[in-house]
Nanobody
């Protein structure tokens, strides 16, 4: 089970940190990915992290503005977003990959959590 939280209404230029708690998933190693889906658009990869080793991968569209990290002791991953733009408005999802490394393909992710809405106003 995955639960994303931390979304909300913010202004352009603000920062936000999303959390994703992973529970009940014992297979190891695995990777966790963050995705987002704006209204009327397809779900897209934002970034991901390998749970073992903490190696990260980011989409080019957000690289430099986001940081993904994890606290293994809390089974929690984080997505920190800075300099938010109106185009970052979307529902953000976290998902557990079938593989040990994070990938950008939705099909590589076996378990998805409920999303959290992020709305960036101008």
């Amino acid at each position: 089970q995955l639960q994303a939280s931390g979304g909300g209404l913010v202004q352009a230029g603000d920062s936000l940190r999303l959390s994703c708690v992973v529970s009940g998933y014992t297979a190891s190693p695995y990777a966790l990915g963050w995705f987002r889906q704006a209204t009327g658009q397809e779900r897209e990869f934002v970034g991901g992290i390998a749970w073992t080793g903490g190696f990260t991968k980011y989409a080019d569209s957000v690289k430099g503005r986001i940081t993904i990290s994890r606290d293994a002791a809390k089974n929690t991953a984080y997505l920190e977003m800075n300099s938010l733009k109106t185009e970052d408005t979307a529902i953000y999802y976290c998902a557990v990959s079938r593989y040990s490394g994070s990938t950008s393909s939705l099909e590589d992710y076996a378990y998805w959590g409920w999303g959290t809405q992020v709305t960036v106003s101008s």
